[in-house]
């Protein structure tokens, strides 16, 4: 509850329809606890005093864009304040001719490449993470999150040219400061628009970003294989790697991933482990590029053979992407798992992940970024099911992240049950660098107020 005084600043700053309290707070939740309100600003400057009452009442602040991050982060200890951006929406400048957009933080993905779209013969921004058309901009570029075309295009480390961000100061005062540009590299000194980029909105928080823009590609197509043997795919992979071919994407992927996804009439539950390679560019070099995959997939062993285009191509895309929100939607208590490894162990590490599945007798659904090195394995579980196996399931995601350092990788728990996180470190440990990450959070935030606990070592 507010106390009057907090209120009627909160009124004050967002008027009452930006401010919700009571019931109006659910369903924004963290780790199963409540925050206090939820604040809805339509300009920086009301997140520059939302920002300032936290520092001067000592509340805690946690930003949410879309919410489909929000299941990543440590427990908070406690949460006042939800900032939701989204009424930050605004297109501020499409500028073609330096290949650039700059939007508010809180505008969805999906509506900036509609927009782009529909300018001169077409651009977009080449950036296709989890539910890429309800994420917003600003909470993608605070959780890093990005997809499968990060093969051909890279991350969101690549993708930011500019920053904007609201930054909380020692004296109770706040300071809006702005971070690169147009251009690659437009400043002298440290690049400090990459400082933000997966902080998780623990040093600031984000209210405009500058990314790249890309011609749209003429034609694009989509070969989706089945492999009766789930080593079989991984050796396609090595094999269109070693190639000269230039895909956008290089997805493998498991049976039980596959039973999400029947719609199309390539699936078939027969098939142990699927392939998806996207192809972009000129028309011809799509098709060329089609006929040499089809031929480098059947000699790995295929069985089954598809070439999606248009409406059914995007789909199937659209739907990879949602995999781990659809294994949420089975069960409130399921665990989501990220791994990142050198490519040349992504199918080791997937091998032993089916394994562990096999072993606890809880399906994991697979879903890699083969040509990257990352794996996602997605656990569904229901309360029940969470705990009778929940030390088993630490045990074994223990067992994983130690497998994984060996390999020369990192393991973050992505979402999973509050019980869990209390149990298992979901960053996993940093040393060395750490230290450094301290010093920087607290001048940052010194107040302690963004995003308190939630991220890597309790900063």
Not at 45 to 72: D, H, K, R, S, Y
Not at 147 to 162: A, C, E, N
Not at 375 to 397: I, N
Request: charged residues 25%; hydrophobic residues 40%; glycine residues 10%.
């Amino acid at each position: 509850m507010l106390d009057k005084k907090i209120r009627t600043r909160l009124i004050e700053i967002v008027g009452k329809a930006g401010l919700k309290e009571g019931e109006g707070v659910k369903g924004y939740s963290i780790d199963d606890l409540l925050p206090r309100a939820i604040l809805f600003p339509r300009i920086p400057e009301e997140v520059e005093q939302i920002v300032i009452l936290a520092l001067e009442e000592g509340l805690n602040i946690i930003p949410w864009g879309a919410g489909t991050q929000m299941g990543l982060g440590a427990l908070p200890s406690h949460v006042d304040f939800v900032v939701c951006l989204t009424h930050l929406d605004r297109i501020l400048d499409q500028d073609t001719e330096n290949m650039s957009i700059t939007a508010e933080a809180g505008m969805r993905l999906g509506a900036i490449q509609e927009s782009l779209r529909h300018i001169g013969p077409g651009f977009f921004i080449p950036l296709d993470p989890p539910c890429a058309e309800e994420v917003t901009l600003g909470g993608a570029v605070a959780a890093n999150t990005s997809g499968p075309s990060r093969f051909m295009y890279g991350t969101l480390r690549d993708l930011v040219l500019g920053i904007e961000v609201v930054i909380p100061e020692e004296t109770g005062k706040v300071q809006k400061t702005h971070a690169g540009g147009k251009t690659v590299k437009n400043v002298s000194g440290y690049d400090m628009s990459k400082l933000y980029i997966g902080s998780l909105g623990t040093l600031a928080i984000i209210v405009e970003v500058t990314c790249r823009i890309l011609p749209l590609p003429e034609d694009r197509a989509t070969v989706v294989a089945g492999f009766p043997r789930s080593e079989a795919p991984w050796a396609c992979v090595q094999a269109l790697l070693e190639s000269q071919l230039l895909p956008t994407s290089i997805e493998v992927y498991n049976r039980e991933t596959t039973s999400l996804f029947f719609k199309h009439a390539a699936y078939s539950a027969k098939e142990e482990a699927w392939a998806a390679v996207r192809l972009q560019g000129i028309k011809e070099a799509v098709e060329r590029e089609i006929q040499e995959i089809e031929k480098l997939i059947r000699s790995t062993g295929a069985t089954k053979f598809s070439i999606l285009r248009g409406s059914k191509e995007a789909d199937h895309w659209k739907q990879l992407g949602r995999l781990g929100f659809e294994v949420r939607n089975t069960g409130a208590w399921s665990i989501g798992l990220r791994v990142s490894v050198p490519i040349s162990m992504a199918q080791k590490i997937s091998d032993t992940i089916a394994e562990e599945g096999v072993n606890i007798n809880v399906p994991f659904y697979q879903l890699s970024h083969a040509g990257s090195g990352i794996v996602y394995a997605h656990v569904p579980l229901y309360e029940g099911l969470y705990k009778e196996r929940e030390e088993t399931l630490t045990q074994t995601v223990n067992a994983l992240r130690k497998q994984v350092l060996e390999m020369g990788g990192s393991l973050v728990v992505e979402y999973a049950p509050a019980p869990f996180k209390e149990r298992v470190d979901v960053w996993g440990e940093l040393e060395g660098v750490f230290p450094i990450m301290k010093c920087l959070k607290k001048k940052f935030d010194p107040g302690t107020i963004l995003n308190a606990g939630r991220y890597v070592g309790g900063i």
